[in-house]
Structure formats: C-alpha cells, structure tokens
C-alpha cells in the first residue's frame, strides 16, 4: 500500500493510523491484541497511543494503553512491523505533566519501559506548556533524538501562532522541528484546521495526523437522532452534531457510500485521506468488524466528483 512521510522524518507510513485510545478502556487487553494483529495483518503500520490513555476509565491511572501495545510487542515480536506514535504532556498524576526537560526526560523512560521498546518512531506534545519556554522543550527533544530514544517529534493541541513560533525556535537554534500536527479533522469539524492551520502545514511541509477523524462515530451514519446517543459511550458527545449541516452531511455520505458499495464510515475517512496535505487519519476501532470497515477507506479512490459532493456538503 501507499505510504506516505511523516513531514520531512524520513518515516513512511501506510495512509491510517490505528487510535489506542480505546485499548484499557472499550477494548480489554485480549481484544486489543486482537485488533492489532489484525491491523498489521491488513497491512497497516501506523499506532498511536499518549501515556495517559485511559487514564479516564474507572480504576486506570494512565499507562494502560501503552502497557497492552507493549504486552501485545513482547509476544508478538512485531516492533519492526509498526510506527509507534505516543504523547506526552497531559496529567499523569502529582507534578506529572508538561514539556519541561525534567518531565520530558522522566515520562519517555516510562513510555519507553511500558511500550517494552527501546525507541518511540513519533513523541509527542500532547499539550502546549505555556510556563515551559519553547526552546527547552525543543533542546529535549533534540536531545531524545541524539540519544536514538526517538525518530522524530510532533505536536498536538497547540495554537497555531505558538506551533508557528516553535518552528522558528527549532529553526534559529538548530534543534528538532515538529514533524507533525496532531490536528481535530474531519467531514464536520474543518473550519479551524482548513483557516488556522491548512497552509503554514503545506509550505512547512509538516506531517498531518489528523484526530476525530470520525466526528466520535457520527459520521459512521450510527448516530441519526437523540433515541441513538446511547449506543455507545461516546454518544453523548454526538448532539451537537444533529443538525441541519450534520444531516446534509450524512446523506452525501450515504449516496457516495451506496456508489462505492461501502460504509459511510469508510467514504468519510476516504476524505479526509485525499485532502492534500493529510498524512493520515487517526481511527479507533473494538471490534474486527469495525477495523475492517475503517480499513477500506485505504483502499478507496474517491472521484473528484464524490470529494467534490462531499466538500460542498460540509461547507462551513
């Protein structure tokens, strides 16, 4: 399959990349190993995890993710199959959170240790640290690089004025540059990367990795009415997407579906996947049948007119 590079790393990955924030949570370790062989057997390549997945679910302190992907290499002898993307910055409990050079250097070995591998492909800053200069943090991750601990470096949830400006930071001072934006993205939610984000990415040739790639599932067409937002855990964050625009959405999906005799789940990433500049949409899945309707958007080549229905459509 096609793969494509994260920003300028060198690394090339197959155009979907497999969300682990479900694993410890929706999905338990048994299922999640499951999905994984599955995924690599399907012939994709690209995980991406944070250390506090699932952190949220009842009983979890963080790490569970991280620590099923890590299980999951240690009997399956598959490191060389996979890029491995993981995160950090965001809580993990007393003084545990942040960019700084003590936290960074702290939180990758424990990365690095639940993984049950001796680099990360892609680390990420899962949070800007406004009380942490640029600089520093960007010393830290050249740093990581220099030490073979991590292939390369991206970012996620940072405002674009200060992704820009870290950019020039690595640039005026020699350091390791985000090779990629970890962006929200899709059919439904484009107006802030489209505006905000789209050119300084292209020009800068930064990778783009996109998340709710699948608007939390409304764009599988699953979630049609109120009577629906049970159907999952994730349903309560639907409602605002039931709307005159959300509708109109999803019947242009289900018409460029019924041609391409597929999911509207798979024709919404199929998108997002021919949108220039996008390196790869983040999709979770919990079960074999829904990984294998996630990974048929790799396979589809929409016509400029089904990208073209579908992008009037989801006009803002």
Request: charged content about 25%.
């Amino acid at each position: 399959m096609e793969k494509r590079e994260l920003g300028r790393s060198g690394i090339g990955v197959v155009p979907f990349c497999l969300g682990g924030n479900v694993f410890g949570w929706t999905a338990d370790e048994k299922t999640s190993f499951t999905l994984l062989d599955g995924f690599i057997d399907a012939g994709f390549n690209f995980i991406d995890t944070a250390d506090v997945y699932s952190k949220w679910a009842p009983g979890n302190t963080g790490g569970e993710s991280e620590t099923i992907i890590g299980n999951w290499l240690k009997q399956g002898g598959k490191r060389d199959k996979i890029i491995l993307a993981t995160k950090v910055g965001k809580p993990m409990g007393e003084g545990k959170q942040g960019l700084s050079n003590a936290y960074i250097t702290q939180a990758v070995e424990a990365s690095l240790k639940r993984l049950n591998t001796d680099y990360i492909d892609l680390y990420q800053s899962h949070d800007d640290d406004a009380d942490t200069p640029l600089a520093e943090t960007m010393q830290t991750f050249d740093d990581l690089i220099k030490q073979g601990k991590v292939r390369a470096v991206g970012a996620s949830n940072y405002g674009a004025e200060r992704f820009r400006e870290a950019l020039k930071v690595s640039k005026d001072n020699g350091l390791a540059r985000y090779e990629t934006l970890q962006p929200e993205y899709n059919l439904y939610d484009r107006e802030d990367y489209e505006l905000k984000y789209e050119s300084l990415c292209r020009e800068s040739n930064i990778g783009v990795i996109t998340y709710y790639s699948l608007a939390s599932g409304f764009l599988t067409g699953k979630y049609r009415s109120e009577a629906d937002l049970d159907k999952s855990k994730r349903g309560g964050g639907i409602k605002k997407y039931l709307n005159g625009r959300g509708y109109t959405i999803l019947s242009a999906l289900d018409k460029v579906a019924e041609e391409y005799k597929t999911t509207p789940a798979s024709i919404a990433l199929a998108w997002v996947m021919a949108r220039p500049g996008i390196t790869a949409p983040i999709a979770s899945a919990t079960s074999t049948q829904q990984l294998e309707d996630l990974a048929k958007a790799a396979k589809l080549t929409l016509s400029a007119e089904a990208i073209e229905m579908l992008t009037t459509a989801s006009n803002y």
